[in-house]
Each structure stands twice: as C-alpha cells, then as structure tokens.
C-alpha cells in the first residue's frame, strides 16, 4: 500500500513537471505584451491578404499588436508566410524550404500585387510603434536554423517582440541561448476540430501540454475553443500561467475572453 501510494505522487509530480510553464517572473517578463489585442497575421479582409505589408500597416496605424509568421527560405532568408506550402495564397504547387527567396518573390497574393515579404520588410513597416508575437513555422530538417537566423535578426530590432511556436524544440533554443526573449508555446486539441489533420502521438502531448518541459515558455498561447482538457484545467489552477487567446474571431467571444486571458488574437473583426 505504501508503495503504491509513493508510486502514485511520484506519477502526479511527473505529470506537473512536464505540464508547468515557466513559473518566476512571468508576469513581469510579458507586461510589455499585455494590455493590446493583436491581430492575427495583421490587418486583413477585403482584398488586403494575410501576412501582407499592407496588413501589417493597417494593424499599426489602429494601435494593435500584430502575430505574423515566419519561414527559412532554402537561401537561409527569413520570410512571412502562415503555410508550409504556396497552394493556398500563391496558386504555386510548391513549399517555401525549397525554394530561393528569389523564387518566392516572383509570387503574388491572392492575385493582388501584395508580394511574401522577408521579414525585414515587415520589421521596416512596424518601426517598434506596437508589440509583434513571431510565431516560428516548423517545416522540416531546415527549421533547425530557424531561431538562430531569428535571435540574430531581431537582436538588431527596437521594439518589442516575442516567439511562440507549436514545436517546443524551436522555442528551446532560446530558452537555452537566448533566455531573455520572451517565449511562448502554441497549443489546442485537434480531437475537437471536426476534420483536423493534426493527428498522432506529438499532437496528443501538445494538447495537453506535456511538452512544457522542453519549452518552459513565459506564456501559452491556447486555441480557447478546443480548451477544456485536464491538464489545461490544472495548469491554469496551480500555475496561473500568462495566456493568450487564439484564434478570436467575433466581439461577443473577445469581451467573454477579458477575464479569462491576458492577450488575445483576432480576425474577421476590429475589437
């Protein structure tokens, strides 16, 4: 009896090891992040595309904050771009890993004449005026050089910014090599998502925050629909961690999420 009620604490002390975001200074850490809505691949609707220069103006010139995404081109070039591929926003049957910057910038979106822009573009028309959320897209084995080639860019930066990504080895760099960038682990529950191709193993643990122990992020950006979990419920109970909303998408659900997170992410609206 004994035994097993040893073997049970040491499987619940486990379980809160891995679950637990990074627990000093959190608060302190993302105050600069908090208190602005941000728009979700900046600005967009009504013929402005996402992740566009035009977006992101648009954010700026409202006073929101502004999540955008970044890639590494096959040239070790840092671009924005939500998807892995071109298919969706560029009509080119090809992913950004495999091709030149170059290659990327002969590409359109939508079918306006909104081009990819590098990362750098985008940084020229932010100007430090409002808080950026950097979301890290892990694309295959080129991702490794990902946050490296990042830090590096954005050490050169003045204004403030953090990253967030939903693989918790790309936001380990920094929590190895750059712990004072704030950081912060993307997460939701594909089994709540009717259709979701998110399936397997790596997914399941996402969801329930198991791999917190690699990232130790500062903050955990949560998809609110799918939330829910036991080990959401519990890591918001024992750790009140720093929370952002993604992805919020009417008024009604934004003023609902006000007590309930510190950052929000919107789309499809203007709060």
Request: aromatic fraction near 10%.
């Amino acid at each position: 009896m004994l035994w097993a009620l040893l073997g049970f604490w040491v499987v619940v002390l486990v379980y809160l090891f891995l679950i637990a975001p990074k627990v000093l200074h959190r608060k302190a850490r993302t105050r600069l992040l908090r208190g602005v809505p941000y728009a979700h691949r900046g600005l967009h609707g009504k013929g402005i595309p996402e992740n566009s220069l035009t977006a992101f103006q648009r954010a700026v010139d409202r006073g929101y904050g502004i999540e955008l995404d970044v890639h590494l081109t096959r040239d070790g070039q840092l671009v924005v771009h939500h998807d892995d591929s071109l298919s969706r926003m560029c009509h080119v049957n090809r992913n950004i890993e495999s091709m030149t910057l170059d290659e990327i910038l002969d590409c359109r979106l939508w079918g306006t004449d909104e081009k990819i822009p590098t990362l750098d573009q985008a940084l020229n028309v932010v100007q430090g005026r409002v808080p950026l959320i950097v979301e890290m897209k892990s694309a295959g084995e080129g991702s490794k050089a990902l946050p490296e080639a990042l830090y590096r860019r954005m050490r050169q930066y003045d204004g403030d910014w953090c990253v967030e990504s939903f693989d918790p080895r790309l936001i380990r760099w920094f929590k190895r090599y750059a712990p004072s960038v704030i950081r912060g682990q993307l997460a939701y529950d594909p089994s709540k998502v009717p259709q979701d191709q998110h399936r397997g193993l790596l997914y399941w643990m996402g969801a329930r925050l198991l791999m917190n122990c690699i990232s130790r992020p500062d903050f955990v950006a949560y998809g609110y629909e799918t939330e829910g979990n036991l080990s959401f419920r519990v890591m918001r109970m024992l750790f009140q961690p720093v929370l952002a909303a993604w992805t919020v998408r009417s008024r009604k659900d934004f003023e609902r999420l006000k007590d309930q997170y510190d950052l929000q992410i919107f789309e499809s609206f203007e709060p």
